[in-house]
Structure formats: C-alpha cells, structure tokens
C-alpha cells in the first residue's frame, strides 16, 4: 500500500475521467462546468497588474484562458504526457498557432508529403504570406527529409497515420532527425488519437489535434489542441529564447523554463490571432475525451473488420489501412499504434471506370454518411474524385496521389454486421 | 521557472535528475509539506530585473503572504524588501533557502543554509549539485532540487491549471478553496490538493 501523499500513476482511463478538474471548493460540481464568460473579476488592482505581467496564474479574459477549456487543456495534456496544452478553434488552428509561435519570416519547414489537403494549402499559400517555405518529402525516404534540411530549417511536421495512403511515420527517427538540427518535431496525431499513440512519449516534441475528429467524437464541434513535451531545449531557438518585443521583451524560456513554448502560444499567438477554443466547444470535447478508450476500441475493431472484409472484395483493387498485415506500414503501425492504427483508412475501386464506379458505390450507400469529414461515431464516406477533386483528370488526380476509384472510409460505432451489410450491398450495385 | 541565463547547465529534459533523485529531492509529500509550512523564503540571486524568473518567483510568493528575503551582493531593496548581501547576514530565521544561482556555486550556499539553521535547501528548475545536497543534508535540511518554487505553489494551489499546464494533481475530492487570494495569507496546509 503506498501513502495516501504518494504520487501515483493513474492509468488512461481515470485520467480521462479525472484530469483536469477538481470539484470546486464552493459548488463541488462533479462534471467540469461550462464557463460561459468572457472575463473575470480582478482580485485588487495589484494583483491584476500582476496577472497582466504573466507573474500570477489566473484568469484573464476568454481569449486568452478559460476554466473550462483549461480542464480540456490539462486532461489532454495528461493524457499525451506533456507539459500542458493550448486550445484552439480549430485543427487548423493548432497548425497556425504552433508555426506563428515558432517561425519567423524567411524560416523554413520539412514537412511530410503524406498530409491532410487543408494542412498542405495552408502551410504553401498561407504559409508563403507570412515569409515561410515549406518543403514536402516522401515521408518513408530519410534521405530526402536529411536533403531538405538547411540552415533556415526551424521545424519537422508530419502526420502519425497520413492519408490517403494510410502510411505511419516512424516518430522517434524522425524525432532524432529533428532534435539533430535544433529544429522541434511537430506530429499531427488527429487520426492516431492520444489513445492509440503518443507521439511525445516516442520523442517528438508537439503534438497536434483536430479535436474536432475522435477526440470530440461525434461530428458536433470544430476545435483545435497543441501538446508540447516541455523537453526541447530552447535556449539557441530565437522565437523562444530571445527577448520578445510584444511581451515587454519576457524571455520565455528564461522565464517559463519547459511552459516557455506553450505560454508563449497562448499570451502571444491565441491573443494576438483570436484563435481560441470557445468554452462550450470544450466542454463538448471534454464528454468525448471522458469516453475515448472505449470509443477507439471499438473503432479499431469495426475498421479491421471492415478492412478485412474489403481485401477480398473483387471489385476491391487495393486497401490503404495499416492495421493489415499486406500494408507496408504494417510494422510501424505495431510500432507506434499497437492497439490499431485508428479507423479512417481508403481503398480502390476497379474496373473500365473506376470514377463513375465511385459515384455509384456511394449513391447506394445506406448507412454510410455521404460528407467532408473523419472521426464522427457515425460511419463516414467520401469519393473525392467526384466532390473535393472533381475539377482533376484522372491524370492530375493520380499526380496528387488520388486515384479516380478511391474511397475514403472513417469506420463509426455501429453494429459490425451492419456496416457490412451496407458495404456489401453498395459494391454488388456498381 | 527557470533561471537559465544564470544557471551554466545543458536542459534538454523534464529534469536532469534519474528517476532516484526525483524520488528524493522532487518527491511530492516533501514539496507539498515545504510549501505547506514556509513563511519565510531567502532567495539567493534574485535578480533587480522585473522581466527575470527570479522576479516572477518572488512577486508570487510575496502575494501568497510568504515573508521574501532577497540576497544580492549590490543591490538595496528588491520588491520592497531590504537586502542582504550573503545568507549569513540575514537577522530573521529563514525557512527555505531558494537558489537562482549557477549549480556549480550551491555548495557555498548550502553551507550557509546549514549555519543560518534553514529547513529547506531548495534549487530552482534546471540546477542540480549532489555535493551542495549532501552539505545540506548532513546538516539536518530537506533538499530540493530542479523544481520551481512558483510552479509547484501553483501545482498544489490549483492556479498552475488556469493555463492548461499538466500538474499531474489528480483527485475526487472537493478543493478546498474557490480561488486563492492574492493578498492574504492562505494556509497552504489546509487548502493543498
Ligand atoms: C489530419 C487532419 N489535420 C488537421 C485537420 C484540420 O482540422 P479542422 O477541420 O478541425 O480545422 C483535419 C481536418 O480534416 C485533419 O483531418
């Protein structure tokens, strides 16, 4: 029996439920309550200075920090141990926030070429109105990221499963090459979730989410974290180290030591981009934490089925999904995602016309909601042949690394038998 | 907090110490009793610069109703307080002894903690001198190290998670006070998670 003062670690789950929040001394509210407000009454003059000056904890205004999106900040934090977490409105939000925080213009970013299509926009056009280039690479090639690096290189940036090619990125290498160059690594982990892996834990030293994916759960709000590890050394990186001129020259990580990124993005970045995480949104976001285990084992479980039950389909020409011992990723999916590697996951459909197959296969869907989005408990679909990437030719479609037959899956919650029964009955009609 | 302009020593981690040394110089019940009884802090290298660590540290402890000390070679008064030139000079007991100071100069301090009868030798986040600990020890002092005196008040106060930080404080139990107030002088022991 260890001493009731004794440290203990909690496992995952009862941090999912705990962390974060302590009944408060007054109500004693058991759920985390949604503080709707924009502001807080100051103590006294003094100790609002004081606030203003970073040199009390407390609460600002709601652009800034809220108890409620605190408690969702902390208990995902807790939950990929790291040093703490910034909130944001959205998954791309966390991206912008994260690189405004750490790049200045004329700095440089490698990231993997295997991204989200709203990440790669963002990080080419947005990115080049800021002053800052981003290289892509083959994510598999070491080579290529080694060759892209230089001396203006500030970041690595790649996703823990990218898509469509379900391909799993090999965190710690990658974390080294990083950490070589002085540069933090940044992993995307929105498809991985904080259950299925952790990329601080393997070396990596921010983690990023769409929370509005499996974190939140159930399609219903758009939201955005930062996690950072606390164990990047900052002390020759500019952005972090030298005196900084929107907060009366502080020195953040002189000052906030392993919070010195974090405090930054948050008193300077949200504050100044208004990008913050609306507190109702969190609390949103809190229910779905407080269920993740169990919500991604069965997600895990509904996708290999279902990923399995395609593979040998004949009108099935290929499957992208880690969890499958044909893909090439198989190992580094054990690796890094040992309980499965997440349920969004394409594959491809044969045939003289695989585009029109495409439009069919979805028309006869039942169950399978038709829409631009992942990570809801309900199953998902999209042939982005004929929506997001109409506009392509087959040609250019194949360029971007989509081809006209593919079909994007995010595999829900419900009943197995039944979303193959759905899946069957959409193939044998095309 | 950290103090790493003035601290010559390689960060790269959470802590510079193994996982032994946590277990005995950042154990839990040790800060939390140390935080729960200190009235009086000298802190040796607190800087006269309001944008220093050391400054951030003492502005919070001051707030919290503890008695600050500060311990400067030139300096007169610091946020207030007058200062003394070395721990030896200090006229008044001095429960914790809090080092912004280059880890390979705490043993000098640890000596004179011993002498001024301190009962606690606390280093800030990313010093760490075992030979400045034994000093300490051998005199009776609990010892600290690596840790910011600021963060872990912050930790144990519930104030640390207004900002998202991970504090790791995980309970069911009702706190026991709704915010802390800045001015008056809370008792730690009662209000700690
Ligand atoms: C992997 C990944 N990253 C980032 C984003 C952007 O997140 P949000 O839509 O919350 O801004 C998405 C959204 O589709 C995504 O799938």
């Given amino acids: ?430 | 907090m950290g103090s790493r302009s003035g601290a010559a020593c390689d960060l790269t981690s959470h802590s510079l110490l193994t996982a032994e040394q946590k277990a005995i110089y950042q154990a839990p019940d040790l800060v939390r009793r140390t935080l729960g009884f200190a009235s009086s802090v000298a802190i040796v290298g607190l800087s006269t610069k309001r944008q220093k660590a050391s400054y951030f540290v003492a502005t919070f402890l001051k707030s919290r109703g503890i008695k600050i000390i500060p311990v400067h070679p030139k300096a007169d008064r610091i946020l207030g307080e007058k200062v003394y030139p070395t721990l030896k000079d200090i006229p008044e007991p001095v429960d914790v002894v809090n080092i912004f100071r280059p880890s390979h100069e705490c043993p000098i301090y640890a000596a004179q903690a011993v002498d001024i009868n301190a009962k606690v030798f606390w280093l800030q986040l990313g010093l760490f001198n075992e030979e400045a600990a034994t000093i300490a020890g051998a005199g009776g002092l609990d010892v600290i190290m690596d840790l910011c005196i600021k963060m872990e008040y912050g930790r144990y106060d519930g104030t640390m998670r207004f900002l998202g930080m991970n504090t790791g404080v995980l309970t069911s139990k009702k706190a026991q006070i709704g915010r802390i107030s800045s001015h008056e002088d809370v008792d730690l022991s009662e209000c700690l998670l």
């Fill in chain 1, 1 to 430: 029996m260890s001493k009731p003062d004794q440290k203990r670690d909690f496992g995952f789950e009862t941090r999912m439920l705990h962390a974060g929040h302590v009944p408060d001394a007054v109500t004693g509210s058991r759920a985390v309550p949604i503080y709707q407000t924009t502001s807080y009454v100051f103590d006294s003059p003094q100790y609002a200075a004081e606030l203003f000056d970073l040199k009390q904890y407390g609460n600002i205004y709601t652009r800034i920090n809220n108890p409620t999106t605190a408690a969702f900040e902390e208990r995902i934090a807790s939950l990929e141990e790291g040093a703490g977490a910034v909130a944001t409105s959205s998954g791309m939000a966390a991206q912008l926030v994260t690189m405004m925080t750490l790049l200045e213009p004329g700095d440089e970013v490698v990231a993997s070429q295997h991204l989200y299509g709203g990440t790669r926009t963002q990080f080419v056009h947005t990115f080049r109105k800021l002053g800052v280039t981003a290289h892509f690479v083959d994510p598999d090639d070491f080579d290529a990221w080694e060759a892209a690096i230089n001396s203006k290189t500030r970041a690595l940036y790649a996703e823990t499963i990218g898509n469509p090619q379900g391909s799993v990125v090999d965190i710690s290498r990658l974390a080294a090459l990083a950490e070589s160059n002085n540069c933090p690594l940044i992993i995307d982990n929105t498809f991985a979730t904080p259950y299925l892996c952790q990329p601080l834990n393997h070396g990596a030293h921010i983690s990023l989410h769409s929370a509005t994916k499996f974190v939140g759960g159930h399609g219903n709000s758009i939201g955005g974290v930062i996690i950072e590890s606390g164990r990047f050394d900052y002390s020759h990186y500019p952005t972090i180290a030298n005196p900084s001129p929107s907060y009366h020259n502080l020195r953040f990580y002189d000052t906030f030591g392993l919070h010195g990124f974090l405090m930054k993005a948050r008193v300077e970045t949200v504050r100044d981009t208004g990008s913050c995480l609306s507190p109702f949104n969190a609390f949103l976001l809190i229910q779905g934490l407080e269920t993740l285990s169990i919500r991604m084992d069965r997600h895990v479980k509904n996708a290999m089925a279902i990923a399995r039950y395609l593979e040998d389909d004949p009108n099935v020409e290929y499957v992208a999904y880690p969890g499958l011992e044909s893909s090439p990723y198989h190992e580094l999916a054990l690796r890094y995602c040992p309980r499965g590697p997440g349920a969004v996951f394409s594959f491809g459909l044969r045939g003289a016309d695989p585009r029109g197959a495409g439009r069919r296969f979805i028309e006869a869907l039942n169950l399978f909601s038709h829409l631009a989005n992942v990570g809801d408990a309900r199953s998902l679909v999209i042939h982005p042949a004929s929506t997001t990437h109409q506009q392509l030719s087959d040609e250019e479609l194949v360029a971007s690394g989509i081809d006209p037959g593919m079909i994007r899956l995010s595999i829900g919650l419900e009943t197995e038998e039944d979303l193959l029964w759905d899946l069957d009955q959409a193939l044998r009609a095309i």
